[in-house]
């Protein structure tokens, strides 16, 4: 955080406008420091394994191969499909302009709750108060959720 707020510092002389780009920076910064991550599940593979496995078992045992092919396939696919995790502040980065903005746009409104009309400001209020921390975090959480329906591992 000590970083961002330094390499904001030279950027933001009296109240001015925050950007959207300042916002992201400082959520990503935030989300590495908290060490978020998302899942990313690969269902429609394991089923497409799973399925023809359970095909092959069919084919091979009758009707008895059915649910043993789809047993084994189903475990195959648990053991190479699986979760894999992907850090918040990569996701972030991915996002498309329109979704940022209206991320950006959440934290503002939380900013706005405390009177904070500087970046560098609420990033020190950020990073050295856990209730504007927590709010933070928990803003970013919940829009990752709700509005783009990803799990997170905390």
Known sequence: MIRL???????????MPISTSDVIELL????????????????????????????????????MGLPIGGALGGGVAAFT???????VSQVIATMSQEKREHLAN???????????????????LVSGDCSVRSRVVGELVDYLRHEMSMALVE
């Open 81 to 87: 499909c699986g979760s894999k995790f992907q850090p």
């Open 106 to 124: 959440k934290i503002r409104q939380i900013m706005n709750k405390i009177d904070v009309t500087d970046v560098v400001v609420f990033a020190a």
């Open 5 to 15: 707020l330094r390499s904001l510092s030279p950027m933001v002389t009296g109240i």
């Open 28 to 63: 990503c910064t935030l989300a590495e420091e908290e060490r978020l991550k998302v899942t990313l599940s690969e269902s429609l593979k394991g089923g497409l394994i799973t399925g023809i496995a359970a095909a092959l078992g069919a084919f091979l045992l009758g009707p």
